[in-house]
C-alpha cells in the first residue's frame, strides 16, 4: 500500500512537471506572420513600381483586369494566388441587361444615343467604354449583366442575389416600389420642375463628374434639349475643310473642342463626324455645367429629397435617387430615375453617368474561392488631366 | 530488509531521471530553435534595411558610376527606379568591391550578402555578392523599376 502511494506521487508530480513545463520551454515560431509580412511588402512594391512605370495604367485603361492579374502573379511565388478589385472607375464593356419590350430597348438606346453599331461605344477620359446589351429580356438569365435596367415596377425580391453579385438595377419611370432598394420615399407638395445634381454627397458628385465628361452623340438634322427648350443641330464642312456645327440655324460655326453657350449652359463639342459615306454624320457633345437646370413639365409624384439624391430641386424634392451597399454584405447598387422621354438628351447624358457609375463595382477579376488567412493591401492612384482617381484593393493568399 | 533496494524506489528514480533528461532535452532543443529563429529575424531586418536603401537611395555622390569614388551606397534613381549606371558598377563585383560595399552598408562582419537583380522571367541580370554552401541564407524579396520594366531584387543574407 506504502509503494503504491509512492508510485502514485511520482506519477502525480510527473504529469504536473509535464503539464506546466512546456509554457516554460515551448518555443512558438512565427512564421506565418512573417510569410504575410514579406507578401504584403512584396504586393506594394510591385504595384509601386507598376505605377512609376506606367504599366499599371496601360492594363487599367484597356481595362483588362484578367491580364493584370497574370502579370502580377508572374512575379510572386507560384504558390500565392492574387485577386484585384478596383474602386472607382467604370468597367471598359459594361454588359446591360434590359428587361423590357423590345420598344422600350429601343427608346433606352435613343435615350443614349445609339443609333447603329458603332454608337456603342463611346470615350471617356482617354479610357473607351462599350455599352453591351446582353441578348435576352429575361431577368432570370442576366446573371452576366452588370447593370440591369427596366421602366417601370419590377417585384426584385427573387433577384436579391443579383445585388450581392455587384450588379446595379435602374428603374426608370413615375410609378414607386420597391423603396427600400430605390431608397425612395414619397413626400405631399408642390414639386418644383427644376433640378440639379446633387452635389453635397459624394456619390451624386461623383455621377456628377462623369456627368459633365460623357459624350452625347447627336445625329445631323436632330434636336436635343437644354432645360425646357429643344434646339436643333446641323453637321457642316467649313471654308478649311474642317467639320463643324451648326446650332438652331445661326450662322455661327463651332468645331471640335470647342465651347458654346446654348440659354446660359455651357456645351462642348467632343467629336464631330462629317464623313458621309458611312451614313453616319454626327456629334458628340456635353454639357458641361454641373449646376444645369434638368427640366421635367409633370414632375409628381413628390420624392423626398436626401443624401443619397442624385437630381434635387431647390424645394428638396428628388427627380432620381440611388442607394448602394444594399445587402448584408454591403453589396449592390441602385438607381431610380423619372422618366423625362427619350428625346431629351440632357437625360440621355445623365443616364449614361449613371450607367458608368453603377458598373463599377463589377470591376474586378473572376473571383475564385478565397482563403480566410489572406492578406488586403491598399494602393491609391491619384487622378490627373484625362486620368481618375482609383483605388486597387489586392488580395493575395498561399495556396499552401 | 537492510542493503536491499526497494522496487518502488528504483521505479521512482526511473522515472524521475528519465523525466530530467526528457526536460533537458526539450530545454535545449528549443533554445537551439529560438536561437536559429532570433539569427533569421536579424538577418530578415538586416536584408530589409539593405533592400530600402537599394530602393530608395541615390547614395552620394547621386550620380555615381564606380565603386572607386561612392561615399554612400545607393542604387536608385528616384524612389522604386534602379540607375542602370549604378547596377553596371556592383555587377560581378570583385573581393574587394564586395568589402568596400559591406563597408558602405555597415553590414556585421559575421554576416554576408548575396545580391541578385532578376527580370520578370526570374533570369539574372545583376548580380553581387558571395555565396556560402554551407551556411543557411535568408531571402528578402523587392520589386523596382529598371529602364521601365519591373525587375526583382533578391537580396540574400547569410
Known sequence: MKGFIKILEVVLSLLLIFGILPFFTSFSKSNEEWDNALLSLSLRDILISLDKSGILKSYIVSGNLNELKNYISSLLPANVMIEIYINGIPKNVIKIGCNCTLEEKIRLERSLGIYFSEDYTFSLRGRIIRLEFLNTSEIEKMGNADVIIFFGCRDLSKYLNYLDEGKAFIMIGNDICEEKIFNITLRDGSVSSYSQINSNSLEPFRIGEYFIDVPIRIYNNSNFWIKDISHSLYVCIDNNSLPCIRIDNLPQEHHIGDTVIIDGTRIKIRDIDADESDGRVFADISIIDRNYNFYLPNPYPGIEANEKTILKTLNGFSFAQLNYFITQHGNGRAVWIKDFGEERKDFGELLKSIILWASEERFKTETQKINKNFIETYYLVSGIFESEPYLIRLIAFYIY | ?158
Open chain 2, 1 to 158: 530488509m537492510k542493503g536491499q533496494l526497494n522496487i518502488d524506489f528504483i521505479l521512482a528514480v526511473t522515472l524521475f531521471i528519465i523525466s530530467i533528461l526528457f526536460i533537458s532535452y526539450r530545454v535545449m532543443q528549443n533554445a537551439f530553435l529560438m536561437r536559429s529563429e532570433v539569427d533569421k529575424e536579424q538577418k530578415r531586418l538586416l536584408g530589409y534595411a539593405i533592400s530600402t536603401l537599394i530602393i530608395f537611395d541615390k547614395g552620394y555622390p547621386e550620380y555615381w558610376n564606380s565603386l572607386d569614388n561612392v561615399q554612400k551606397f545607393g542604387l536608385s534613381l528616384s524612389p522604386y527606379t534602379l540607375s542602370r549606371d549604378k547596377l553596371n558598377a556592383i555587377n560581378n563585383c570583385s573581393y574587394e568591391n564586395y568589402n568596400k560595399i559591406k563597408n558602405l552598408l555597415s553590414v556585421p562582419i559575421e554576416n554576408d550578402f548575396l545580391l541578385i537583380i532578376t527580370n520578370q522571367y526570374n533570369e539574372p541580370i545583376y548580380k553581387c555578392g558571395v555565396e556560402h554552401k554551407l551556411r543557411e541564407i535568408i531571402w528578402v524579396r523587392r520589386f523596382a523599376i529598371l529602364d521601365g520594366n519591373i525587375v526583382k531584387i533578391n537580396l540574400g543574407i547569410y
